[in-house]
């Protein structure tokens, strides 16, 4: 006898389909988790990687402003200030004492902070010296120390480098600004 017909559908591969479904599910699942991740590790650890596109140099003022009397002038730094995350412009770092003698376009600079315990000095027009407010040091226009063996201070005036490209090309003084520890004898660059 003959069998009937039967009417089902002919057998498919459905495990293999399921197979494909989930193995693009899971690639596509892990590109959509795995950027965002990476990202944020990115963002999180930025400002780790970036390099510092400072010198040091910073632009103080102009030759102008500094007249060749030999009279030292206190010059605010202004620079960009910028920590882990934030940037904050234009704001004042420090000060330095420019001088400039008679006849030159030699300029000198000096950080305007004591080296004994970091006030901020004054210069004495009338006595023609610096003078630390906090333990009385003093200090020549130059910077050296009078009287180094009663001096609380145990070294001079920290001396900066003038760029003197600068100073001769445009006309402006551009200073490379450090803080230095304070109380010891060496010039130590803060960190």
């Known amino acids: 006898m003959d069998q009937p017909a039967s009417t089902s559908a002919p057998k498919t591969d459905e495990p293999r ?15 959509i988790t795995v950027f965002p991740f990476a990202a944020g590790v990115l963002v ?3 400002p780790l990687r970036k390099k510092s596109d400072d010198n040091g140099s910073l632009r103080v003022t102009t030759l102008d402003s500094v007249p060749d009397d030999g009279i030292p002038r206190q ?9 882990a995350w934030n940037r904050y412009p234009n704001e004042p770092i420090g000060a ?11 300029v000198h600079a000096f950080n305007a902070i004591c080296p004994h315990a970091g006030c901020f000095v004054d210069f004495k027009i009338d006595e023609n010296h610096y003078k630390c407010p906090c333990h ?7 910077g050296a120390r009078i009287d180094p063996a009663s001096c609380p201070s145990p070294r001079d005036l920290d001396a900066l480098e003038v760029d003197s490209v600068q ?4 006309g402006e003084v551009w200073v490379t600004f ?11 660059e803060q960190g």
């Open 17 to 31: 389909r399921h197979f494909f479904a989930q193995a693009a599910a899971v690639i596509i699942g892990g590109i």
């Open 44 to 46: 999180l650890f930025d």
């Open 75 to 83: 010059f605010p730094v202004i620079a960009d200030r910028t920590d």
């Open 96 to 106: 330095v004492y420019l001088v400039r003698n008679k006849g030159t376009k030699t």
């Open 136 to 142: 009385s040091s003093f200090f020549e226009v130059d």
């Open 167 to 170: 100073l001769n090309k445009k």
């Open 178 to 188: 450090k803080n230095y520890r304070a109380g010891i004898p060496e010039k130590i």
